[in-house]
């Protein structure tokens, strides 16, 4: 059974997609069967991974609204181990028009039923906001991974981000936990980001991944391309960090890098 990570964040510029882009695709590298699920109506993580949100016929939204079978709109990366659900802009009016649905909360955990054991590894990039589909992400997930970046306010919001996932585990997922804390955008020349990196470590401790992910302009330039970095620079700084994360990941989950 492949493990159900929601990549979530109330805000935005956090690098939410990008780790959900970078960290799927570091598992493929790692010979993990890895599935990305577009949940963002932004559909940013499609566009990154070389498919063009305006030509895709069925998305994430039919599956959860229309009841479309989620095996027939999985996408091909340019990885061989990457495979994407994609997203559409359509997306936005899925949380109006699920409001009378019986348990909507739990839409995206039955359409990822049918599918969950095929994979390694589920990534989902969360739309930057608290709604609906945000929380079906997190009521389908297994754990969630909170991106933090090393920037002033690096801590607002993130209380509320975990009243919700408390809320979440007490109402709807008992078995949701927090994957990690990961410090994005870190830039060694600043002082602020060392504060904030010490700041975080602080408050949270053991729950904050070893890996820092820096700020880097490959990791920015590569979904122009419509390929993650690890595609586009692969002895860069942005993918080698992706790939630590990855690696901490398989280890805290006691798996073995099937490479080895």
């Known amino acids: ?3 159900i990570i929601a990549i979530a964040s109330q805000k935005g510029g956090v690098g939410k997609t990008t780790t959900a882009m970078n960290l799927a695709a570091s598992l493929a590298v790692l010979e993990f069967k890895t599935l990305i699920i577009d949940a963002d109506p932004q559909a940013n993580t499609t566009s990154g991974l070389g ?3 305006k030509s895709i016929e069925a998305s994430i939204y039919e599956c959860m609204v229309d009841g479309v079978d989620i095996q027939s709109i999985i996408l091909p990366t340019n990885l061989e181990h990457l495979s994407l659900v994609p997203s559409h ?16 909360e739990e839409k995206m955990k039955e359409v990822i039923s049918s599918v969950k054991d095929q994979y390694d590894f589920i990534i989902i990039d ?35 981000l975990l009243n919700t996932i408390k809320i979440i585990q007490t109402r709807l997922n008992p078995d949701l ?6 410090l ?5 020349r600043l002082r602020l980001s060392n504060q904030v990196v010490e700041e975080v470590r602080t408050h949270f401790k053991n729950m904050v991944f070893e890996t820092i992910i820096p700020r880097n302009i ?3 330039e590569s979904p122009s391309f419509g390929l993650p970095v690890v595609s586009f620079d692969a002895d860069g700084k942005g993918t080698i960090a992706y790939l630590n994360l990855a690696g901490e990941i398989v280890q805290r989950n006691g798996l073995q890098n099937s490479k080895n």
């Not at 802009?89 to 409001?99: P, Q, R, S, T």
């Not at 997930?141 to 090393?150: D, L």
């Not at 994005?184 to 060694?188: E, P, R």
Request: proline fraction near 4%; charge should be negative.
């Open 1 to 3: 059974m492949g493990k």
């Open 51 to 53: 498919h063009n949100p």
């Open 89 to 104: 802009i359509d997306l936005v009016g899925a949380e109006v028009e699920m409001i009378n649905i019986d348990n909507r």
């Open 126 to 160: 969360c739309s930057p906001s608290l709604g609906l589909i945000t929380i079906n992400a997190l009521t389908a997930a297994n754990s969630v991974i909170i991106p933090v970046q090393c920037e002033y306010f690096a801590l607002e919001g993130l209380g509320k």
């Open 177 to 182: 936990g927090i994957e990690g804390i990961l």
């Open 184 to 188: 994005t955008m870190y830039d060694v």
């Open 218 to 220: 490959r990791l920015s």
